[in-house]
């Protein structure tokens, strides 16, 4: 079986400061992870994905296999980073894609 | 080129009904999956198709079935409707059967049972 847990629903942070967002997975093979993201009145869309290794808009995640997590980090949160972030998972072939519960992000003036 | 679409965009159906959905996938695009989410269990999935055959398929009643046609477009049914299947129901297609590789998601389709 796979699973994805975030473990915070909310997070609140100040523009400028840093905002971490965890991710936790259970899967016994080798996954691949993403973080999807859904701004308001937008469709969810792919933020970043563990086998590109890039930084998208700022935002970085490390895949750490001992821990099984992959947090997903920015240094310097912007008001626009506000929105809904998704951790998911894909582990056998095919494109399923178990999602956590998800973590709303606002990010204050 | 244009996104995935879906139609209709939402519904409102009766217990005991059933109702069919539709996904238009990106052009070129044979992967189409199917997702339920509702506030209380989020987003959860429900089947994937690729080249017309049913891949991968999430923990859901028979009630729930779905297919897809020679040009990638999708529909999913539900049967006898409860009142615990409003949700609103997402579609993603992506290019490539490679687990890796991004979906594209729809605005989905608010369904609710009254």
């Known amino acids: 079986a796979q699973r994805v847990t975030q473990p915070e629903k909310l997070l609140s942070v100040f523009k400028g400061a840093p905002v971490e967002l965890k991710c936790n997975y259970s899967y016994s093979g080798s996954p691949e992870l993403f973080w999807y993201v859904q701004y308001s009145r937008q469709r969810l869309q792919l933020l970043l994905r563990h086998i590109s290794r890039e930084s998208i808009k700022g935002f970085t995640a490390d895949l750490n296999k001992g821990e099984t997590s992959f947090h997903l980090k920015k240094p310097f949160a912007q008001e626009e980073d506000s929105a809904m972030y998704y951790c998911?998972?894909?582990?056998?072939?095919?494109?399923?894609?178990?999602f956590g519960g998800g973590t709303r992000v606002l990010v204050k003036p | 080129k244009a996104g995935v679409t879906q139609t209709p965009r939402y519904l409102i159906k009766t217990r005991g009904q059933q109702v069919t959905l539709s996904c238009s996938p990106i052009s070129g695009h044979r992967s189409v999956s199917w997702y339920q989410q509702t506030p209380g269990q989020g987003l959860q999935f429900l089947f994937e198709?690729?080249?017309?055959?049913?891949?991968n398929k999430g923990n859901f009643p028979g009630r729930f079935s779905g297919r897809q046609f020679s040009n990638s477009r999708s529909e999913m049914n539900v049967s006898t409707l409860e009142l615990g299947d409003s949700a609103l129901y997402l579609c993603a297609s992506s290019s490539r059967e490679d687990r890796s590789y991004e979906q594209y998601f729809g605005p989905g389709t608010r369904l609710t049972v009254t």
């Open positions: 198709y690729f080249s017309e055959t049913q891949r």
């Open positions: 998911a998972l894909s582990g056998a072939a095919g494109n399923k894609l178990t």
